[in-house]
């Protein structure tokens, strides 16, 4: 699956400029208190030095978060669609663990949403595309839907030649046990659409997201 010239390739598809805005503000404001804390701690109080702490914990964790999505990318061909590490999806296989690979005979629905899916009278389908992992707890993730962006969502066949068989990779998140559910973000919805429509062997594109699909 890893030979054919792509048709669609799309990079840093997880970070659009406006979350690299945001991150940066975010882990600047995190500085700038650790300092003053910091600060603060030594002239007034030791016990200042939790607030340091925790600055310094908020300003990581945006480092992290930022680096992690940089790398993510999209990549469709003629044999499947890839997304994960931009460096690997060149040669990723249904194997790797660095990229989400999916053959088309495997694809058995898939839809690329816009902005509108986020509004109140189709929040049911917002809640699918939501990371839902153990470590985020339910509250987050609603509070999570305002902020969320256009995102691919793919529907797979475990049982179909050139299914994906990586259980996990970094920011393609994993529904179902095994995963037959995908999904990622996307900064081009409507070309990603587009070109979908006109790839042989994909199912056609749904523009939204939850009650039409399993």
């Known amino acids: 699956m890893n030979d054919a010239d792509p048709v669609y390739t799309e990079e840093r598809c997880a970070l659009p400029w406006t979350l690299v805005i945001a991150g940066l503000l975010c882990l600047t404001a995190g500085a700038a208190v650790a300092i003053v804390a910091f600060v603060f701690a030594l002239t007034i109080s030791p016990v200042i030095f939790l607030l340091t702490g925790a600055a310094v914990a908020w300003s990581l964790f945006w480092v992290r978060f930022l680096r992690s999505n940089w790398p993510t990318g999209i990549w469709v061909d003629d044999a499947g669609i890839r997304i994960g590490d931009v460096a690997a999806l060149r040669f990723a296989t249904s194997d790797s663990q660095t990229a989400f690979a999916c053959s088309w005979a495997a694809v058995r629905r898939i839809a690329v949403t816009d902005r509108s899916w986020r509004r109140p009278g189709r ?22 839907v305002p902020f969320a962006r256009a995102v691919l969502v793919i529907y797979s066949d475990r049982g179909a030649a050139g299914s994906p068989r ?29 070109v979908l429509a006109q790839v042989p062997g994909c199912p056609p594109v749904d523009d939204r997201i939850g009650l039409g699909l399993p």
């Open 123 to 144: 929040s049911r389908g917002a809640a699918a595309v939501v990371p839902q992992s153990e470590r985020i707890p339910a509250w987050l993730r609603w509070l999570m």
């Open 166 to 194: 990586a259980e996990v990779v970094d920011n393609v998140f994993s529904f179902g046990a095994p995963p037959t559910m995908w999904t990622t973000f996307t900064r081009r919805p409507k070309v990603l659409r587009a």
